[in-house]
């Protein structure tokens, strides 16, 4: 059984960081893609980024120049720096694992908010 744990959420000003980290415990294909999503409350879940195991990296529009995606293949984690945070980015985060036609693993999510 394969769990996505998620770390790193938290209560962060305008302006500010934060760092989130998503780890694959169980046998998984590294060959995969691994991303971050979110909803906002009273919205739809949305894509925020992903990284193919071959280096391709998508980023919401939203996101892009603020938010990093990288990740660790050989050790299926995946990270997401966010920088000048907005508090519209305020959501709860959920890490993914995909695979096409093999899986689509979820994390239980993480809280982020940006008040001040």
């Known amino acids: 059984q394969v769990q996505l744990v998620e770390s790193g959420g938290g209560l962060v000003q305008p302006g500010g960081s934060l760092r989130l980290s998503c780890a694959a415990s169980?046998?998984?294909?590294?060959?995969?893609?691994m991303g971050w999503y979110r909803r906002a409350p009273g919205k739809e879940r949305e894509l925020v980024a992903t990284?193919?195991?071959?280096?391709?990296?998508n980023y919401a529009d939203s996101v892009k120049g603020r938010f990093t995606i990288s990740r660790d293949t050989g050790k299926s984690t995946v990270y997401l720096q966010m920088d000048s945070l907005k508090p519209e980015d305020t959501a709860v985060y959920y890490c993914?694992?995909?695979?096409?036609?093999?899986?689509?693993?979820w994390g239980q999510g993480t809280q982020v908010i940006v008040s001040s």
């Open positions: 993914n694992a995909f695979k096409r036609y093999i899986y689509n693993y």
């Open positions: 169980g046998s998984i294909n590294s060959v995969n893609t």
């Open positions: 990284a193919t195991s071959g280096g391709t990296i």
